[in-house]
């Protein structure tokens, strides 16, 4: 086509107006229909969210030229871009895909409608083949705009200006009645802002408080890349920045792998190595990580210790020394004694995350919960933006042994909310006040406010050692049953980090009935554990 670019090449240009891109978009239709003469085998994917309205655009032309039906659908190829997981503030969530057909031995034409690197088509193929097996992929774009970083060229290109040097602050917008209210072509200046993660999250989101944000701002200097940490050890060494960053990424990886039409897999860790360490017994935890990271496209490995050697008396130090030796990348690890993640931490190189140390801390158990009670006050308050602050939060059992409870009392303080500490006094040490906590031994006092009614397992080996008088005496005083929850208000929730002790601490009904969260905490475990998994891994980069 010929290139009618007789204007300066400054911001603002109009390249083209309504006619021009029908005129451009007639002359991709008809390079399509002289190409392929069978029209049969063909399905349209538009890459969103321009290239999906021009995908659009072309079916239709082409049903209206021939009367035949071109099954289109659609690709959002954030997650499969190779700069998904680089530390700016580029990259939005557009659109979703849906491709409600099968693409197996069709030829797929792929339409973006500005070609230019070709990083976006190297994704969206990457995507596409998650889907099926294409017997071919034809790419169409409205515009080449030329300054090709990877080797694909299009098979349709309606127009490619013959400008010399497009310089890199210029690009090439096109603009579509659908999304913009206007069909244009028009040169602008390419505005980047140099956002910060949580600022970046903050603003395509809209999932906070602006006053984090300003929190974010003040902090700028302080938190120059926010998460300044190698490893995740516990709550209690998070700023709110850092754990609003996590859960402001979590609804993201939710979003991705909740949604029906959604490939299962991603390549933000591909070829990174993930050891999972455990001491102890999971089911929850465990699982979570492992899909997590496979999710994610890592390479998951797991040692329990009946299996390794340090049944042969090999210290922890050797033992990940060894694992490291390997290049490995990410250890989770969860043990019976507190400490032991922070003291790998500070001596070996692989990022350490806690996967529950002793009776000191979970700090992915406390990250999930904290998302599940955002979404919780977010739901109840009808408010996309209500954070944590003020929150009633009562957390109800064996608070001494509890690193759940010390994870949540530390994320929760962090953010705001006002936390009640309930339970007999063996298990409730006053102590706990010197963090900004309420204590009490009455159930009715403590579920008088409670927004959310978080109950903790009972560790029933503990009843051996006479730290409450029997199981009996605690069903009575603190099981959340249907009686008991009547002294909390209407609105609150139960939540139970698991495994459930079904009747002693949490009664059946309450469990399985409506006001129970307890499985949408594990669902939205897998998600955070995603962010946690994506955030640890890019920190290795700074
Ligand atoms: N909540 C929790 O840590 O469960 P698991 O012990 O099953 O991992």
New binding site residues.
């Given amino acids: 086509m010929e290139n009618n670019l007789n204007t300066p090449l400054t911001p603002n240009t109009i390249m083209g107006d309504k006619e021009r891109l029908d005129e451009l978009i007639n002359y991709l239709v008809q390079q399509i229909l002289a190409d392929i003469e069978d029209l049969t085998p063909v399905v349209i994917i538009g890459i969103q969210r321009g290239g999906f309205c021009l995908a659009k655009r072309i079916a239709k032309k082409i049903e209206e030229k021939i009367s035949t039906k071109v099954p289109v659908g659609s690709l959002s190829t954030t997650l499969f871009r190779d700069d998904f997981s680089q530390p700016h503030g580029y990259l939005h969530l557009e659109g979703s895909t849906l491709i409600p057909f099968s693409i197996d031995k069709r030829t797929v034409i792929l339409v973006d409608d500005v070609l230019s690197a070709g990083r976006t088509i190297r994704a969206a193929i990457d995507e596409l083949l998650h889907y099926g097996r294409p017997s071919k992929i034809n790419v169409a774009c409205l515009i080449d705009r030329g300054g090709r970083e990877i080797p694909i060229q299009p098979n349709y290109c309606a127009w490619k200006p013959t400008v010399e040097s497009l310089p890199k602050n210029l690009w090439i917008n096109v603009k579509f009645q659908e999304i913009d209210g206007t069909d244009e072509i028009v040169i602008e200046e390419r505005k980047e802002p140099i956002l910060t993660e949580p600022e970046f999250y903050a603003d395509k989101f809209k999932l906070h408080d602006k006053t984090i944000t300003n929190q974010f701002e003040e902090q700028l200097e302080k938190y120059p890349r926010y998460w300044k940490h190698k490893d995740l050890i516990g709550l209690r060494y998070l700023s709110p920045q850092e754990i609003y960053l996590i859960l402001n990424m979590t609804p993201i990886f939710l979003k991705f792998f909740t949604q029906a039409d959604a490939p299962k897999k991603l390549y933000v860790l591909q070829g990174r190595a993930v050891i999972h360490w455990f001491h102890e017994?999971?089911?929850?935890?465990?699982i979570s990580f492992d899909l997590a990271a496979k999710r994610l496209g890592a390479d998951t490995l797991s040692l329990s210790s009946a299996m390794s050697s340090e049944k042969k008396g090999e210290t922890l130090h050797d033992t990940l020394s060894n694992i490291e030796a390997m290049r490995t990348d990410i250890t989770i690890v969860r043990h019976r004694c507190s400490g032991v993640p922070k003291l790998l931490a500070e001596k070996h190189r692989s990022h350490i995350i806690n996967a529950?140390d002793g009776q000191n801390e979970?700090p992915t158990?406390g990250l999930l919960d904290l998302y599940t009670m955002l979404q919780h006050i977010r739901k109840i308050r009808n408010d996309p933006y209500a954070d944590l602050k003020d929150v009633n939060v009562t957390i109800i059992g064996d608070i001494l042994h509890s690193r759940?409870a010390r994870s949540n009392i530390w994320g929760l303080l962090n953010l705001g909310a006002k936390v009640t500490l309930c339970g007999p006094e063996t298990l409730l040490p006053k102590s706990f006040e010197q963090l900004g906590v309420r204590t009490t031994t009455s159930l009715k006092e403590a579920l008088s406010n409670a927004d959310i009614i978080y109950a903790l397992r009972i560790q029933l080996e503990r009843q051996a050692r006479g730290l409450f008088p029997s199981i009996r005496e605690y069903i009575k005083l603190y099981r959340i049953d249907k009686d008991s929850i009547k002294f909390a208000p209407d609105h609150a929730v139960v939540m139970h980090?698991?495994?459930i002790n079904r009747d002693i601490e949490l009664a059946t009904e309450i469990a399985d009935s409506p006001r129970s969260l307890i499985l949408q905490q594990v669902t939205h475990g897998v998600a955070v554990r995603m962010a946690v998994l994506n955030i640890l891994a890019k920190s290795e980069m700074r």
């Avoid at 017994?281 to 465990?286: A, G, M, Q």
């Fill in positions: 017994p999971s089911t929850r935890t465990y529950g979970h158990q759940v980090p698991g495994p």
